[in-house]
């Protein structure tokens, strides 16, 4: 099977260069693998999580019309930026 099909979705994070926040996320980072954050405070405990993650795996989405719809413009759109050259996107 192919590693990518024409319709599988993918994001293009940009990332911009910022000193302060590059400081802030490498200094967590150190702390984190240090050890020396466990006075992090995060948002769920652990069961709420494992909770969670097993309610989200009961469900099964499915599209509207509307939102193929909408999917297909912007898919539509993306393919448009393309070839005129006016994508930042890298794939």
């Known amino acids: 099977a192919p590693i990518l099909s024409r319709f ?3 994001f293009v994070v940009l990332d911009d ?5 590059d ?6 980072i150190l702390q984190v693998h240090r050890r020396q ?3 992090i405070r995060t948002p769920f405990t ?4 494992r909770r969670y993650i097993r309610f989200a795996r009961t469900l099964s ?4 019309p509307e939102s193929q719809r909408v999917m297909v ?3 539509r759109k993306l393919r448009q930026g393309d070839t005129l050259g006016r994508s930042r996107s890298a794939y």
Do not use: G
Not at 23 to 28: D, K, S, T
Not at 46 to 49: F, I, R, S
Not at 61 to 64: A, E
């Open 37 to 39: 954050a466990q006075n």
């Open 23 to 28: 400081r802030q996320v490498a200094n967590h």
């Open 8 to 10: 599988d979705l993918f």
């Open 61 to 64: 989405p499915k599209l509207t």
């Open 46 to 49: 652990l069961d709420q999580m």
């Open 17 to 21: 260069c910022n000193p302060e926040s």
């Open 73 to 75: 413009e912007c898919y």
